[in-house]
């Protein structure tokens, strides 16, 4: 992989962003061996040399991420503030990344790779023309034939009103506590004991050992708290659990967007947005990473396919790539009710966790469940709710 060059000139890919989807979906082309010939450049202001922030996915079996997967857990905890459910997950496991693992993983192979270029620089423009695509950073310019924009830009969706927006936002302590409390094997999915001040709030615990955790206050709601506010939570939460004596070994913070706007809209015939930029983070729960590998799994075919048909047609358009599904349509039944009434999020979640299988709900939110095992799942929320929210987004669809 080429690190720094004198002149860059035309390439036939270019990443702008090298956040989860851009680095999945060049580690599969890498890995596809079906891209040597192409010139590929990847473009990032952050050089991905910090353990970031932690992904966390569930799975049936061993997937290409697994050699990078700090801890596993078999088992899961919810709870509210009147009952607690341990979860059998087999046959799925709940897994655990760290981000700096994950950019060691996949900067380690395609560095092999003489086709790949990395550039630690800014990008300032994107402009699509006839022949080809401009890339400009704060050092450069650039061209390509197709480009994969990373990049979000939060005003697309949070300057219009027909698609609800709501953020899922947390703040997490990486904690070593004096006190052995944690039970290792089993995470604290969501526990919804907290305090909820009219929002959707929950605790989310990933225990590697212990006396080792990621405690994380976490929010489905539309503002943002104070730095104070979320970490006095921790601490409270803390105390519940008996724990005084702790040092903190790291933080991390996020704000992830939860929305059904069609970011897809944005793509045209040779930029298409990939990532949160592109709608490929789970709207209704704001799970990335497991949307991201199959969407660049997908992606990775499809371009493939393409460039297979372009041989005869000579054109290849981003365009087509995106196909909504009825599980949009779900999510945004959700974000509709939380946006409404983000108060009474707690007593969904927990009417899914109280008596439904954890497998069914994961088949659910990985989009894999038939029309009648979404019906069981939809089955348990409650109706009214939801049965409002369905003439709401049934109106809206007709105006549209």
Known sequence: MKMNSSQIKHFDYIFTGTGLASLMTIYKMVISGKFSDKSILLLDQDSKKTNDRTWCFWEKENAVWDAVVSKKWDLALFANENFKRDLELKPYTYNKINGLDFYDFVFEAISKQSNVTFLNEKVTDINELETHVFAGTEENRYTCNYLFNSIYTKAFAERQTKYPVLQQHFVGWFIKSEQEVFDSEKVTFMDFSVEQKGNTRFMYVLPTSKTEALVEYTLFSEKLLSKEEYEKEIQLYLKKLGIHQYKIVEKEQGSIPMTCYPFWKKNTKRVLNIGTAGGWT??????????????????????????????????????????????????????????RHNEIGRAIFSSLFKKGKPQLIFKFLDEETTFLEDVKVILKCPKLPFIKALFRVIFLSNKS
């Open 282 to 339: 789970k709207a209704s729960t704001g799970y990335t990473f497991k949307n991201s590998d199959k969407k660049s799994s997908e992606l990775v075919e499809f371009i493939k396919d393409k460039n297979a048909s372009t041989e005869t047609s000579g054109s290849l358009s981003m365009t087509s790539f995106h196909k909504k599904s009825r599980f949009w349509f779900y999510d945004l039944l959700l974000l509709d009710i939380l946006y």
